[in-house]
């Protein structure tokens, strides 16, 4: 990193937003143009630009950087689209998994009472469990995966994290209360869908 490069990071920790511009206006759109390579889509691609330049706002006084500019940038890209992706795929596989689970549910319900439930239901209830899903709180969240994404043991969830594993069923059931209080209005088609977990 040279003095120039040096001189720029102490403006920015000083907060000298022109300076900060100036940084914007030259990374911005090669930035860009690399996230969108990785994640394929425009919003997706500015969103993850944007959101790097806030944080670098909001931290800067905390901030480190022991390469150059254009290296610590593109790899902090590089870090937001993978990080961009493996959500992508977890959500991905949820949606998929929980599908297959509603279908299933539905041809139970049918085969006990004279009922179906519309596309536009389906489809609201699919809404829910992902709202839920991505409401929970980070480590909820992770065990809920691991759990009913992932399909592993309470132990083996607990030797990952490395935690109880009455802590493991804490989580799981914190979660479940939650799906539960968010699909009330659909509450056969929940019990079907813990039957089937």
């Known amino acids: 990193m040279d003095n120039s490069e040096k001189n720029t990071i102490r403006l920015i920790r000083q907060g000298d937003k022109g300076v ?22 425009a919003d997706t691609a500015k969103d ?10 909001e931290k800067k006084k905390n901030m480190v950087i022991v390469s ?3 290296s610590y940038f593109f790899r902090a ?3 937001k689209c993978i990080q961009f992706l493996r959500h992508k795929k977890v959500i991905f596989k949820f ?3 929980h599908m297959l689970k509603l279908k299933e549910a539905e041809i139970l319900y049918n085969t006990s009472v004279d ?11 699919l809404n829910i469990l992902n709202r839920t899903y991505n409401s929970l709180s980070g480590k909820t969240r992770e065990v809920f995966r691991l759990s009913r994404i992932e399909a ?8 990952t994290l490395n935690i109880n594993i009455k802590t493991v069923e804490y989580y799981i059931t914190k979660a479940l209360k939650i799906f539960h209080r968010s699909l009330k209005d659909y509450f056969m088609l929940f019990v079907l869908f813990l039957c089937t977990c």
């Open 20 to 41: 900060f511009k100036i940084l914007f206006e030259i990374y911005y759109q090669k930035l860009y143009l690399y996230a969108k390579s990785y994640v394929g889509d």
């Open 48 to 57: 993850i630009v944007q959101d790097l330049f806030i944080t670098l706002w």
């Open 68 to 70: 150059s500019l254009s």
């Open 77 to 79: 890209i590089h870090n």
């Open 95 to 97: 949606r998929e998994k």
């Open 115 to 125: 009922f179906t439930f519309s596309e536009v239901q389906f489809n609201e209830i």
């Open 152 to 159: 592993r043991r309470n132990q083996d969830i607990a030797d």
